[in-house]
């Protein structure tokens, strides 16, 4: 059971604009800012969202972060057959001790 | 370039324990808090703690605290996680990342070692 809540799976066909929740709660998204991970088959995950809204350099300007109250969005526009990966969310989490917690992933298929 | 390479796959029996390497190379080690990220078969990320290079402070995740230990040896830009009373469940991948400060994102990852728990 994931912190952040994430869709299991999204879908869309190339060219198209496709978005993935991210939802948690005061203590970490409420409070704290929002990074997203892709992750590609069989790869380590990269950084691909960082603080809410910025790209890290390389990263195209078709992947794009926002954040609402306790949570995030990210979309991709444009979408291609090599964004077919997972994405996480991940925020830092005030509660106890505090630690970084994750959503549980979001499988993006590219049909 | 900027890179985290980790050392190779292990094969552990059940109660025993394992160390994982994480090199750094192409920027100031002591400049960057090291994390190490976990992820099993199929699953989603779980973070399991931070250590700071500089001092060699560490905070870990409450689910680890007790069994988990972050080192680092600065005269070869190496950090390292020991995971004891290792059981079934902890057979996943092992990530180490880095971030430029405790709460910024993770901004580099190496590519990971499997960590097998099997009698």
């Known amino acids: 059971q994931s912190v952040l809540t994430q869709p299991p799976s999204a879908s869309g066909t190339p060219g198209q604009r496709v978005t993935i929740s991210c939802s948690g709660s005061?203590?970490?998204?409420?409070?704290?800012?929002v990074n997203w991970y892709q992750q590609l088959p069989g790869t380590a995950p990269k950084l691909l969202i960082y603080?809410?809204?910025q790209r890290p350099s390389g990263v195209p300007d078709r992947f794009s972060g926002s954040k609402s109250g306790t949570s995030a969005s990210l979309a991709i526009s444009g979408l291609q057959s090599e964004d077919e990966a997972d994405y996480y969310c991940?925020?830092?989490?005030?509660?106890?001790?505090?630690?970084?917690?994750f959503g549980g992933g979001t499988k993006l298929t590219v049909l | 370039q900027v890179q985290l390479v980790q050392s190779g796959a292990e094969v552990k029996k059940p109660g025993a324990s394992v160390k994982v390497s994480c090199k750094a190379s192409?920027?100031?080690?002591?400049?960057?808090?090291m994390h190490w990220v976990r992820q099993a078969p199929g699953q989603g990320l779980e973070w399991m703690g931070i250590?700071?290079?500089?001092?060699?402070?560490?905070s870990y995740a409450q689910k680890f605290q007790g069994r988990v230990t972050m080192t680092r040896d600065t005269s070869t830009s190496t950090v390292y996680m020991e995971l004891s009373s290792l059981r079934s469940e902890d057979t996943a991948v092992y990530y180490c990342?880095?971030?430029?400060?405790?709460?910024?994102?993770?901004?580099?990852w190496g590519q990971g070692t499997m960590v097998t728990v099997s009698s």
């Open positions: 990342a880095d971030s430029l400060g405790e709460f910024d994102a993770f901004d580099i």
């Open positions: 192409g920027y100031t080690f002591t400049s960057y808090y």
């Open positions: 250590i700071n290079p500089s001092g060699g402070s560490t």
């Open positions: 005061s203590s970490n998204i409420g409070s704290n800012t």
């Open positions: 603080s809410n809204n």
């Open positions: 991940a925020a830092w989490d005030d509660s106890l001790n505090g630690s970084w917690v």
